[in-house]
């Protein structure tokens, strides 16, 4: 069974259709990527997934529940989590501060806090403040803060966009070992070498609508995906 499941999934804007009849499937334990021309409604579908907006007609199921127009918390709490596109770190406050401000019960979650900082390769690093990190760095700390909430299935909204080489490297191993851990991670993503590097499946949308679906070689082969990119 998917882990999550998208229904003919529509939502406009005015008269613009940002997302437009969508269905796909998420199996579990796959990282699935997330792409398409700017403005082609992949925000706006993280967007309705993770309740942040209501989608106008179309339904979602996580793990078989029907989460339609639930609230972000209640998403949150049944295992779909997300990282914005733009960082949202408490540049103030340190590592380890920025972690444990994702947790509602800091005892319980001590032991995941330390797994998070091997993960994320900031051994050492615990006290320092996030205004010092890298961008990059900055972009892996909230993904680590997103972690905080241990969920099944994490969305990421362009990782990579304004990243060094260096930590787009850390990334997709950060996102290889998260798969190893059981964990499903929907990616959005403009780098089509990371997409290429890290996904199990693609979903290409276009104008709001999904255009094609696949492995990263039988998309990137699709004559609707190269006119859709070469024509943008
Ligand atoms: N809150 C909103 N109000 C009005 N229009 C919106 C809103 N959010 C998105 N849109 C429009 O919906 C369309 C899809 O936008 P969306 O942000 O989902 O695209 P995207 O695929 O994430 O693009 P990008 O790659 O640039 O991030 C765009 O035309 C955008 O201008
Ligand atoms: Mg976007």
Redesign the pocket.
Known sequence: MALLQLVQVSKS??G?K??NNVSMEVPPNLVMGLI????????????IITGF?RPDSGDIFFKGEKITGRRPYYIANKGIVRTF?LTRVFKNLTVLQNLMTASSDKERDKARIAQIIDLLNFNGRENTTADSLSYGEQKLLEIGRALVKDPEMLIL??PASGISPMIVDRLTHLIKDLKKIGRTILV?E?NLNVISRICDRVVV?NH?QKIAEGSFSEISRDQNVITAYLGE
């Open positions: 804007f005015g613009l940002a997302v398409g021309p700017n403005g082609s409604g992949k925000s706006t579908l993280v967007n907006y596109q909204d362009e959005i403009h949308l709001g």
